[in-house]
C-alpha cells in the first residue's frame, strides 16, 4: 500500500454526524434483513439532566475535549517539523490532523507531550 494516512484526533468527536443512520440498508444490516427496508427512526439522546455537565454535547462522547487541542495541534507540527525536518503531507483538522504514516511517530509523540503538560496543569 502507497500514501498511507493516519487521522490523530481528539477522541470526544464522533467521525460521525448525530442522528439516525440516513441509509435503509444500514437499519436491514442491523435488523438481519436481506432486503432493505424502511429505517425505524432512533429515539433522540437523552436530555442533560440538572447535576450532569451542562457543558457537555451531543458531538462529544461522553469525554471531555482536550482543553486548546487546535493550538497543540500546530505547536506539535512546528516541533516536528523544527527535529525531523518534513513531515509529508499534513493536514490539521479542527479536532486533529491527518499525516502520512511515517509522520506518526515523531508527530504522534509531540502531540502526547504537549497533551500530557496541559492536562496535569
Not at 493516519?6 to 437499519?27: C, R, Y
Not at 435488523?31 to 439522546?45: E, I, L, V, Y
Not at 458531538?59 to 518534513?86: C, K, V
Amino acid at each position: 500500500m502507497t500514501e498511507q494516512r493516519v487521522a490523530i484526533l481528539d477522541g470526544s468527536h464522533s467521525l460521525f454526524p448525530p442522528g439516525p443512520p440516513s441509509s435503509t440498508l444500514v437499519a436491514a444490516a442491523a435488523a438481519g434483513n436481506k432486503k432493505p427496508s424502511k429505517a425505524q427512526p432512533h429515539p433522540p439522546p437523552p436530555s442533560t439532566k440538572k447535576g450532569q455537565d451542562e457543558g457537555s454535547s451531543s458531538s462529544t462522547l461522553g469525554l471531555h475535549p482536550i482543553p486548546g487541542f487546535a493550538e497543540i495541534i500546530l505547536d506539535s507540527i512546528r516541533d516536528a517539523i523544527s527535529t525531523e525536518g518534513s513531515l509529508g503531507k499534513l493536514a490539521p483538522v479542527d479536532v486533529g490532523v491527518v499525516c502520512d504514516a511515517s509522520a506518526v511517530r515523531a508527530l504522534g509523540r509531540a502531540i502526547h507531550d504537549r497533551v500530557r503538560a496541559r492536562l496535569k496543569d
